[in-house]
């Protein structure tokens, strides 16, 4: 490898002739046993016809393995903190196939700048026990009752129905030329946080038309304000105006009985009889991914306690731009407002490769696959099975591994868990008892706290530009 300074390479591999020419002899008898050449039987065609005509594509074929092997392996046994993949040089000369007998493909590689990072006692992090309190329960009870139950039309709108009509922008107590205008918009005074706007809901009836202010209505709610509007971004950001609500019609959800077919539905399961040993086994069902939700946010603010610790760096970012669009992870468009996240990302990498390296962690197959289990569990628990089967995790587990993308990112999450426990025992774990709903509390303020900076971010950058 050549290097012109600390944070970008150069890699040749270079491969003559006798690397590739035994594989291709070896490929090209493969391809006369299977292929039929006009005129001639399945695997009767002369070698040097089908050299001819398969010759430059097996050869491609071969080269392109070694090159890949090679490079990587290079990678590996000089242990080189590699961001991104390596690509291949621009503007190199071309293969020559009619005289390969020494070939040179060249490779830039954006390379991890180097970090002495170290954790102490000094360091915080909080992991919380996440229990499922009274309040919790009955909000989940309450929700099944809810989605198992039947809706019927009432003449006056209650704090958790659901109102069906048209949502038309005002201006000067006027509709709005060429303004907001939705034919079928949906809302519950339950999800309203302004309390004087939610009032004016309550009591109406089907053809009455309510003005109200959505951004005041909803406060800081933006997902749904954007649900009601179908706006997003600056669009959302700027609407200000009054809106008029044409109502159509209003829902009222009847909840089910607590019956044992209700708590069948539920559970899964065809054994409990009495509204005790629902509520308790729900609890427990409610219980069981706790810990691991918990755990995901403890390795969250690990990632950024590990950020902060890189701090400022200085990355090839020409080659990591490049990357980003032949990797299709960005269109060209939209790298550079995305690329300080990208950076962020590289930092959390730069951390967690050291102290994987530094303490001899690693990362084995049975992580992978406990992994894939675990990631396999949370998937089927989403469509509201409590108690999944051990053979049906088994089966969606394997599945999961034998796709390429999915394995990486299964190595990835494994890799954060075993770094996860490794950290726990260099730094302070502050443990602290949580209920669920503060909890779900909590995350929903931290995601918004999040979409605040983020916008900040994205106004700071986009700013100048618009200066210019």
Not at 106 to 135: E, G, M, R
Not at 295 to 321: N, P
Not at 387 to 406: F, G, I, S, Y
Request: aromatic residues 8%; proline residues 4%.
């Amino acid at each position: 490898m050549t290097s012109d300074d600390a944070i970008r390479g150069i890699i040749t591999v270079a491969i003559e002739k006798k690397d590739y020419e035994d594989d291709v002899d070896r490929n090209l008898r493969l391809y006369r046993r299977r292929m039929a050449l006009p005129g001639f039987r399945k695997g009767t065609a002369p070698l040097g016809m089908i050299r001819k005509v398969y010759g430059r594509r097996v050869m491609a074929e071969e080269i392109n393995r070694i090159t890949t092997e090679s490079l990587f392996r290079y990678i590996r046994d000089n242990k080189m903190g590699v961001l991104g993949e390596p690509l291949p040089r621009e503007n190199q000369e071309p293969i020559n196939f009619e005289s390969p007998d020494e070939i040179k493909i060249q490779f830039d590689v954006a390379l991890s700048p180097k970090k002495d990072l170290s954790l102490t006692k000094d360091d915080h992090l909080t992991l919380y026990n996440i229990y499922v309190d009274d309040q919790a329960l009955e909000k989940q009870i309450d929700s099944y009752r809810s989605r198992q139950g039947t809706s019927e039309s009432v003449g006056s709108v209650e704090l958790d129905d659901w109102i069906n009509g048209k949502l038309v922008e005002m201006e000067n107590g006027e509709q709005k030329p060429g303004g907001l205008w939705r034919e079928y918009a949906r809302l519950s005074p339950k999800v309203l946080r302004d309390e004087a706007e939610r009032a004016k809901f309550i009591g109406a009836k089907p053809g009455d038309n309510i003005i109200f202010n959505p951004q005041k209505a909803y406060g800081n709610n933006k997902m749904a304000l954007e649900s009601l509007t179908q706006l997003d971004g600056e669009a959302l950001e700027h609407f200000t105006n009054d809106c008029r609500f044409e109502i159509d019609g209003i829902t009222r959800s009847k909840l089910a009985e607590m019956t044992p077919d209700f708590f069948a539905a539920v559970l899964g399961r065809n054994d409990i009889t009495d509204e005790q040993t629902f509520r308790e086994e729900l609890r427990k069902s409610l219980t069981n991914p706790l810990p691991q939700r918990a755990e995901t946010r403890f390795e969250s603010e690990m990632r950024e306690m590990m950020i902060k610790k890189v701090g400022e760096v200085t990355l090839a970012d020409d080659i990591l731009k490049r990357w980003l669009v032949l990797a299709d992870r960005l269109k060209p468009e939209d790298v550079d407002k995305n690329y300080p996240g990208v950076v962020e990302d590289m930092k959390y990498h730069i951390a967690k490769e050291y102290f994987m390296s530094a303490n001899g962690l690693t990362v084995e197959d049975p992580d992978i696959e406990e992994m894939s289990k675990l990631y396999a569990r949370e998937q089927i628990m989403n469509y509201g099975v409590f108690n999944p089967d051990e053979e049906m995790v088994e089966q969606l587990a394997k599945d999961l591994l034998k796709r390429d993308e999915n394995r990486r990112n299964l190595i990835s999450r494994a890799t954060d868990k075993k770094l996860a426990e490794w950290v726990k025992g260099q730094i302070t774990v502050d443990k602290k008892d949580i209920a669920l709903n503060d909890y779900d509390q909590l995350m929903w303020d931290d995601m918004l706290k999040k979409l605040a900076e983020h916008a900040d971010k994205k106004k700071a950058t986009e700013t100048p530009q618009a200066e210019a």
